[in-house]
């Protein structure tokens, strides 16, 4: 079988028991700040587990596309290396939310497994695996479906703590978790390797290929494990491990998904070892990072884009070992695609853009590598010993990708050691900082949660009536708010919109025959909205409230969130479809759109963007909502919006044939009703991502009257009409640039002057002339001139100036030919910034060096004396 023909086969199966197939979510956890990335099937999942999501099923099935290459769950440095590690995965899952429990976990999973219908897997390869106390579990392994005792492995508390075990799963301190029973498939004796819980179980002999874990108890932060009142079942088997399975093959990297690109690897990097690990590497990397950026992820220096771009130089660095110096890592993008494109549209649909990103990473990596060569040759000139210390070899692997092999090569070069012990001191405290990012100490019980649900009322209206369903203080539910207390209160009803996809919460107050609660904020707890405000009189749970929401603030917030819309369809029309929406803020002042995009809006761009944006406006269209299904929406042409998440039903809206997507929002109901559309800004906030902000309506208006009465104070100061403006603006340019140059040439007179004078201040050493000296006042230009010029005067000569501006000091130091081989000036540079705790380096005939101990010049340059006595003596 192909893995896509086992991918469809476990979907069928399931949905065959009454499984709802549910797509894979996307690799950016949606409104999940403890994942960085999307690591298992049950993460879209996650808030049905908890009860704080309700879906119209309650038995789901799915191939769950995943990445483990950052934070606590991180294979990267693994890859390639070992037969099943991978950045990039799809975990095949099936899960019952207070449905069927252990009994069924287990038959379906034997069932898929072994029936000649499905896989039929020979029974007797099969081990299994449970926690040392789940003696029901054990039970239904023995007696109902028939495994034999000896293949039955109960494995306890093995990883040094209480229900800290492989077959103990747990979402984190605290929360859901349970036992889990594992699969293991025996590949054989001729494979090194015993079962698990032997000594020998890291050997790949039994390889575990399916996890049924049984979430049957909530663990509060005492460690207490109290039962859940609907167990669930969460299960993962990885596809790549059992298509290995299937196909006969030891290594994942032997399978169908993988021969394909490694044999297009091979055909761009001109490798002709099917077998060789850095092809293993780049073929791995290549799926993680085109799904990574198909998701909306771009490389960055920071996050999801940090992890993207250390993934994508790994690859080019594996070309780099094959000899392949030209780019090439984009070129895989259409083998990928041709084999995994049928199951994951996306990846079809953003193909030209993936392979556009991927280019421009290699090119940016390129130039990258021209720095890191700079501050090598800038650190070996500044060194004392004959090892590059640790610390720069980790900068130049982690700053600027230069793998450590380079390094080396070029320090042999120099007859040059590398401190690797250093190195790896560096590489240990990068991933502890890594492991400590990545740990959110989530407590779940500590999350907001009420057992209530609030129907929303305020698309149709901004008034309505509730009943007090909840109270929370200080996150706990009480039964009552007291006159003062800070808290959220919870209505069955309720016309205020809980933040949510970008739009800010509604403001306003509710009111009560007693009093009134100012309401601040509106949020989402669960099913439920949470109005966050101050009680000016008592409220208690059954109270009967008025709810009014700040009629001006919501219009203002809609017209913003409309315009958004508008905005985002100019963008793609304007820019390309490449723009997807990285992250939005709607409020009532203004708004403000991140989107995925490698260069600047130029102004043309974006009066074009204004343009198309306010003809909308001006064209008055109907805004219309629709519910639907997610997928019929998306293939009605809607676009889904970032961060978002969808339930079983969505709210497509519509504004004429311009703009159609997925919104929950509020809005206007005719593009008109925005007046008009102002852009305030355009920024790069993160490599491949720029940020709009803008204002419509009133906001708007106000922007032009100020432009209008700046413009006016121009002309009155400078005494001309509209007309003339312009002809001004540039006769001032002109009248700037020759005064500047003037200075240039006085500061350079000036300059001179003093140099002139220094030159009876040189010293002999044997037949070379040595002036070091200090020259305040100079710029970086006419510092390396005026060094130039003396060295020049001087003849064999070595020269070093000094200048200091503020807290910084400069120096440049130039040596003639006839001087260099015994005294390089990179060495000179390098010896005075090492006294000032500075950097420099360069040349052998020209370096130059800063610091910021302005106080130990002096001293520096008295040394630099004695420097250059021992060189030159």
Not at 200 to 226: A, C, P
Not at 494 to 510: I, M
Not at 835 to 848: D, I
Request: hydrophobic share 40%.
């Amino acid at each position: 079988m192909t893995s896509n023909e086992i991918r469809e086969a476990f979907l069928k199966f399931f949905e065959s028991k009454g499984h709802t197939r549910v797509a894979s979510s996307s690799l950016i956890p949606g409104d999940d700040p403890t994942l960085l990335f999307t690591n298992a099937g049950m993460n879209q999942f996650k808030d049905c587990f908890l009860g704080l999501d309700k879906r119209a099923y309650t038995r789901a099935a799915s191939s769950q596309k995943c990445v483990r290459a950052g934070g606590k769950h991180n294979d990267l440095e693994n890859v390639g290396y070992t037969a099943r590690h991978h950045t990039f995965f799809e975990m095949l899952g099936n899960f019952s939310f207070g449905d069927y429990f252990k009994q069924d976990a287990i038959r379906f999973a034997w069932e898929f497994l072994t029936s000649p219908s499905w896989l039929g897997l020979p029974k007797e390869k099969l081990w299994v695996t449970v926690y040392a106390t789940d003696d029901e579990a054990y039970g239904i392994w023995q007696n109902e479906v028939g495994v034999p005792a000896e293949r039955i492995i109960r494995i306890g508390d093995n990883k040094g703590a209480k229900y800290a075990s492989d077959n103990f799963w747990a979402m984190g301190d605290t929360g859901p978790c349970g036992p889990c029973t594992e699969i293991f498939y025996d590949h054989g004796a001729d494979i090194w390797g015993g079962p698990p819980g032997s000594p020998e179980e890291d050997g790949d002999r039994y390889i575990e290929i399916w996890n049924n874990v049984f979430m049957q108890f909530n663990r509060t932060s005492d460690g207490v494990l109290h039962p859940l009142p609907a167990p669930s079942v969460d299960t993962g088997m990885g596809l790549e491990r059992i298509s290995a399975v299937m196909q006969h093959v030891h290594a994942n990297y032997e399978i169908d998904l993988f021969q394909h690109i490694i044999k297009a690897a091979m055909a761009v990097t001109g490798c002709a070892d099917n077998d060789n690990k850095s092809l293993r590497v780049i073929a791995d990397h290549i799926r993680s990072c085109s799904f990574l950026i198909a998701d909306g992820v771009t490389p960055s220096n920071e996050g999801r884009g940090y992890v993207l771009r250390r993934i994508i130089r790994r690859a080019i660095r594996h070309g780099y070992m094959l000899g392949c110096k030209d780019t090439f890592f984009y070129k895989l993008v259409p083998a990928l695609v041709e084999q995994m494109g049928s199951a994951y549209p996306e990846l079809k649909e953003g193909q030209s853009r993936i392979e556009r990103a991927l280019k421009l990473e290699e090119e940016q990596f390129a130039r990258t590598l021209e720095q890191g060569m700079k501050l090598l040759d800038q650190a070996i000139a500044a060194l004392k010993g004959e090892q590059l210390p640790g610390d720069v070899v980790f900068k130049l692997y982690d700053t600027y990708g230069f793998p450590v092999d380079l390094t080396n090569d070029i320090a042999r070069e120099r007859k040059l050691t590398l401190d690797m012990a250093g190195y790896e001191t560096c590489m240990e405290e990068q991933r502890n900082r890594a492991r400590a990012a990545s740990n959110f100490d989530v407590d779940y019980n500590k999350a907001l949660k009420v057992d209530a649900a609030t129907e929303f009322s305020g698309y149709e209206k901004l008034q309505d009536s509730g009943k007090v369903v909840a109270l929370l203080k200080d996150g706990a539910e009480v039964d009552a708010l007291n006159a003062g207390d800070e808290g959220i209160v919870v209505l069955d009803h309720t016309p205020f919109y809980a933040e949510s996809g970008g739009q800010v919460g509604d403001k306003g107050v509710l009111h009560g025959s007693a009093g009134h609660f100012e309401v601040i904020d509106t949020i989402k707890i669960g099913n439920a909205h949470g109005h966050k405000g101050t009680a000016s009189a008592p409220i208690a749970k059954g109270d009967s409230l008025r709810a009014e929401v700040d009629h001006i603030a919501r219009a203002r917030t809609a017209l913003n969130h409309s315009a958004t819309h508008l905005m985002h369809a100019a963008l793609r029309q304007v820019l390309g479809t490449h723009v997807t929406q990285k992250g939005s803020l709607v409020d009532p002042g203004r708004l403000r759109f991140d989107f995925s995009h490698n260069e600047p809006v130029s102004a043309q761009q974006i009066a074009e963007i204004e343009g198309l944006v306010n003809d909308q406006i001006r064209a008055n269209h109907a805004v219309q909502t629709q519910l639907m299904a997610p997928q019929d929406a998306v293939k009605a042409g809607a676009m889904a919006l970032f961060g978002e998440k969808y339930g079983d039903s969505v709210r497509v809206l519509s504004m004429g044939e311009f703009s159609k997507e997925l919104c929950g929002g509020t809005h206007v109901s005719r593009t008109g009703d925005i007046g008009v559309f102002k852009i305030l800004s355009e920024s790069g906030i993160a490599a491949g991502v720029r940020r709009i902000e803008a204002v419509t309506g009133d906001e708007a208006l106000m922007v032009f009257q100020r432009y209008e009465a700046t413009l006016n104070s121009v002309l009155k100061h400078l005494k001309v009409t509209e007309d003339k403006l312009q002809p001004r603006l540039n006769a001032l340019e002109q009248e700037r640039k020759a005064l500047e140059k003037e200075i240039e040439l006085l500061k350079g007179q000036a300059a001179a002057g003093k140099a002139d004078q220094l030159l009876g201040n040189a010293k002999a050493f044997g037949d070379a002339k040595v002036l070091i000296a200090e020259i305040d006042g100079l710029d970086a230009k006419t510092l390396r001139e005026t060094v130039e010029r003396l060295r020049d005067k001087l003849g064999n000569s070595a020269v070093l100036i000094a200048t200091k501006d503020g807290d910084k000091v400069s120096f440049v130091a130039a040596v003639a030919k006839t001087v260099s081989g015994k005294l390089p000036a990179g060495e000179l540079v390098g010896f005075v910034a090492g006294k000032l705790g500075g950097r420099g380096g360069g040349k052998p005939e020209m370096a130059q060096g800063g610091a910021t101990d302005v106080a130990g010049l002096a001293a520096a340059l008295t040394a630099a004396q004695d420097f250059v006595a021992g060189k030159l003596a």
